[in-house]
């Protein structure tokens, strides 16, 4: 027979758990949620007593899960996961009435997030009526204005066209990718690097424009380089030892094959990233572009954001999703 649930479980107590592991204090944590520490409290107590066990090491600030609130949390999070994705998918229920739907999506996105969002999207629309094109960022944005598309997945350019709204989706920070083993520990300098040829992204793409700005505004000119169009082409020059490169967790996330030949380190000098969005006209239906930012959101969250801080903690809050929306469960209760 079914174990049923005690009553006590509530899923307001289940997400602050999780909240609660992110960022180590109940009174931040009830506050995202909309609740006031004793309330966010009182949920803990309750899902405690119900589950028979301390979730949490009450002395310790920050505040730490126990072994029991860590076991627990690995199915709450799987659990929270499927819920978020039904309510992504459902809130794509209200693009079944277009008649034809265009997306451009940057090459980063091939592997792991386009065909998820294709599939999200043919659930609800017709093959014939669904096109996604792989495109440069700066392509993107182009045809968007030129109205050959109606949607675009793209890097933030440093001048959008009038007429052209964004909706943030992520933060993705620069870093440098190096041959397995050639590094066993951060450098302090890319001079550190001289034997290996630079690989750079062509000036063509605007991830290339963004690397070599930063470099001219710090007065850094890396020795010997090689200019290259792609993900894949980049990481299999460092995987082949060929050289090292200035990139972005999203573009070593999608070329999997490379991973086990490429090490990951934060960049010898002043941080900075890119950031991804989707963009639209400004009249093209905001609705809509908002469910579908929210569906991307869930999937970038679940196969890059994730999976990269797990492989590199360093990430820390440099890789991180942009404007979250609030729990699609409980809105926040301003009176609790």
Same mark, same amino acid.
Do not use: C
């Given at each position: ?20 592991? %992110? ?5 931040? #944590? *009830? +506050? ?6 004793? @309330? $966010?409290? !009182?949920? =803990? ?15 310790? %600030? ?5 072994? #029991? *609130? +860590? ?6 999070? @799987? $659990?929270? !996961?499927? =819920? ?253």
């Amino acid at each position: 027979m079914r174990k049923r649930l005690n009553d006590s479980v509530s899923l307001k107590a289940i997400e602050l758990l999780e909240e609660l592991n %992110r960022v180590g204090s109940m009174q931040e #944590a *009830g +506050r995202n949620l909309g609740l006031s520490a004793p @309330a $966010a409290s !009182q949920q =803990l107590k309750n899902l405690e007593a119900a589950l028979g066990h301390t979730l949490l090491n009450h002395n310790r %600030r920050p505040l730490e899960l126990s072994t #029991a *609130g +860590r076991a627990y949390l690995k199915h709450v999070q @799987a $659990a929270l !996961q499927h =819920l978020r994705q039904g309510a992504n998918e459902l809130s794509l229920a209200n693009v079944h009435h277009l008649k034809s739907l265009r997306i451009g999506i940057i090459d980063d996105f091939d592997s792991e997030v386009t065909p998820r969002l294709t599939a999200a999207l043919a659930n609800v629309l017709t093959p014939s009526e669904l096109t996604l094109t792989t495109k440069t960022s700066l392509q993107i944005i182009q045809d968007i204005s030129a109205r050959k598309l109606d949607l675009g997945i793209a890097a933030q350019p440093h001048d959008l066209p009038e007429g052209i709204s964004e909706t943030p989706i992520l933060k993705d920070p620069f870093l440098l990718a190096v041959p397995r083993g050639l590094l066993t520990k951060p450098p302090s300098s890319i001079d550190e690097l001289d034997e290996l040829s630079f690989l750079r992204y062509e000036k063509t793409q605007l991830l290339g424009r963004l690397i070599s700005g930063h470099l001219s505004r710090l007065r850094l000119s890396p020795k010997g380089w090689i200019e290259v169009d792609s993900n894949q082409a980049i990481f299999g020059l460092i995987a082949s030892g060929v050289g090292w490169a200035i990139t972005t967790p999203v573009g070593f996330l999608s070329t999997r094959r490379f991973h086990e030949k490429v090490d990951l380190f934060p960049l010898p000098f002043a941080a900075f990233s890119r950031t991804i969005s989707l963009y639209r006209n400004d009249d093209w239906m905001p609705e809509i572009a908002e469910n579908i930012a929210e569906r991307l959101r869930a999937i970038l969250q679940l196969h890059m954001v994730d999976p990269g801080k797990a492989a590199f903690p360093w990430l820390d809050e440099t890789l991180i999703i942009l404007q979250d929306q609030p729990s699609y469960f409980n809105k926040p209760n301003k009176s609790a």
